[in-house]
């Protein structure tokens, strides 16, 4: 059972003369006494952090549970949690469990959201929070670039209120790795030749839309998605990727990333992927950003396939991610659609 600070003091009462135990009542910390740097079995060794999942996805927001356990072979309490998690990510959101496993009161302030590294410090003016062979955890939300690649590094560090001998500050590292996609491409593994290039719009947020009026919930997070894809399984380089998430969907952007990013790049024999995420419309029409009613606005099914026919591969994939995606066959499959 866990023993609270009254308790600590309780038990060294009937432990220890009265001479002592006036003393030992009046020691801040619980009755906790302090010891010489040379005993070695008061420190924070043995305690740890872990987190719920080792995997993370790029270029959208992961969620963390970090546990941290106090291992301390005596009553020293842990008051302070750091975590560093990689160059480049943003800690958005952290918050921290209220009390440790005894359950006793944990009060710690939060800092560093908006970087990378997100640190829980003792507010309260008392020592430590963290008891000794108690747990606490706090939630994390971050941001990894679309960038990252690969095994990533999180570093924690804690430290001790003092009470005993070195070392009142312990490191260590969790290593979180890239979670595969849930796209399955295999025509992305075909020989195509030389090069592959990909233009892929993810459009969610409308300019004349709003949350529940017509903006989308998760086209952006598929066009980060099968970027991913492209890249870890299909050997798609990233320089050779144009994305173009909400804002960036307008029909001239599309526009020039087709006729002016791609087309000076691509030759016959390379592959080339187009995807289009969002809004479509009856007749053949994909709705870009700015789409504000009139079809005028909106990018028809023709304007689209001369984009393409102006390129010189002869190995295009596309994909329409919309609402009558299939009016799109007739126009864009020039020897008919495949079997």
Known sequence: MKRSRLHRRLLAAML?????????????????????????TRD?????????????VSGTTNVYSFTVYNGSPDMEFVDGVTLT???GWTVTAAQ??????????????????GTNEVSFTDSDGYPGEIHDDCTWSAVVTASAPVTVTGTQTVTWALSGDGYGAEPHYVTGTLALKQEAARLHLPLVFRDYGQKRYAVI?????????????????????????????????????????????????????????ITNWLAPRENADDLVVFLFSGHGMDGGYLLPYEYAGPLSTAIPDWELDGWLDALDSENIVVAIDSCFSGDFIGTLFVDGPPP
């Open 16 to 40: 220890l003369p009265a001479a002592a135990l006036a003393l030992l009542l009046l020691l801040p910390g619980g009755g906790r006494v302090a010891v010489a740097e040379g005993d070695s």
């Open 44 to 56: 924070l060794s043995g305690s740890d952090v872990t987190v719920n999942k080792s995997l993370y």
């Open 85 to 87: 998690l990689p160059a």
């Open 96 to 113: 921290g469990d209220p009390e440790d496993s005894s359950p006793l009161a944990v009060s710690f302030t939060t800092s560093g959201l």
């Open 201 to 257: 719009v993810g459009v969610a947020d409308y300019l004349i839309y709003g949350p529940g009026t017509g903006d989308l919930s998760y086209t952006d997070d598929d066009a980060r998605d099968l970027r991913q894809a492209l890249i870890t399984y299909g050997g798609f380089e990233v320089a050779n990727i144009k994305l173009l998430i909400d804002s960036q969907g307008t029909a001239a952007n599309i526009e020039d990333a």
